[in-house]
T-cell receptor
Framework: GENVEQHPSTLSVQEGDSAVIKCTYSDSASNYFPWYKQELGKGPQLIIDIRSNVGEKKDQRIAVTLNKTAKHFSLHITETQPEDSAVYFCAASTYGNEKLTFGTGTRLTIIP | EPEVTQTPSHQVTQMGQEVILRCVPISNHLYFYWYRQILGQKVEFLVSFYNNEISEKSEIFDDQFSVERPDGSNFTLKIRSTKLEDSAMYFC????????????FGDGTRLSIL
């Protein structure tokens, strides 16, 4: 089955700087890649997603890139703010399947 | 913005007892899911549900688990005879349509087995 690796596990970034979180997946049939933000005591909140027919997608300060050949995708947050501090999870699902396979999470801390 | 709601937020149960976790998915969503997250570990898929039947399940979802949509709004997860290792956060999610579509999560139920 699909396996998703995520790194780093923790990341501290100065406010205003950029943060990058990377994930790799194992199943070349995966075609949908969402990113979730989880704040303390809350459930995962979908922040952006990308499909395998697209190489990059951007939504304001957040962008996701996908390299199908290398089987990795990355989350980029620019101009980071204190409210960006949270745990971020990548996930993947294979074509025709409903199951999301999650990465192990990255705890992002924005230093004021 | 519509959201997935889960009750209770925290459930404490004696080992061996049955527990039912409840979820109200987003109203126009047709696909429903349960995931769990053991403390400090990744979120794991349990089951997906569509058109009143299970469409996909993981190896975790054994005979102790069952799901049901008892009416037009609720979606439940039942654990028949709880074990210590069932202690986890359980998340319900829903999506408008099926595979490879955005899934929206509730805030979870923390299940503690004593």
């Amino acid at each position: 089955g699909e396996n998703v690796e995520q790194h780093p596990s923790t990341l501290s970034v100065q406010e205003g700087d950029s943060a990058v979180i990377k994930c790799t997946y194992s199943d070349s049939a995966s075609n949908y890649f969402p990113w979730y933000k989880q704040e303390l005591g809350k459930g995962p909140q979908l922040i952006i997603d990308i499909r395998s027919n697209v190489g990059e997608k951007k939504d304001q300060r957040i962008a996701v890139t996908l390299n199908k050949t290398a089987k990795h995708f990355s989350l980029h947050i620019t101009e980071t703010q204190p409210e960006d501090s949270a745990v971020y999870f990548c996930a993947a699902s294979t074509y025709g399947n409903e199951k999301l396979t999650f990465g192990t999470g990255t705890r992002l801390t924005i230093i004021p | 913005e519509p959201e997935v709601t889960q009750t209770p937020s925290h459930q404490v149960t004696q080992m061996g007892q049955e527990v039912i976790l409840r979820c109200v998915p987003i109203s126009n969503h047709l696909y429903f899911y349960w995931y769990r997250q053991i403390l400090g570990q990744k979120v794991e898929f349990l089951v997906s549900f569509y058109n009143n039947e299970i469409s996909e399940k993981s190896e975790i979802f054994d005979d102790q688990f069952s799901v049901e949509r008892p009416d037009g709004s609720n979606f439940t997860l039942k654990i028949r005879s709880t074990k210590l290792e069932d202690s986890a956060m359980y998340f319900c999610a829903s999506s408008v349509s099926g595979p490879n579509q955005p899934q929206h999560f509730g805030d979870g139920t923390r299940l503690s087995i004593l």
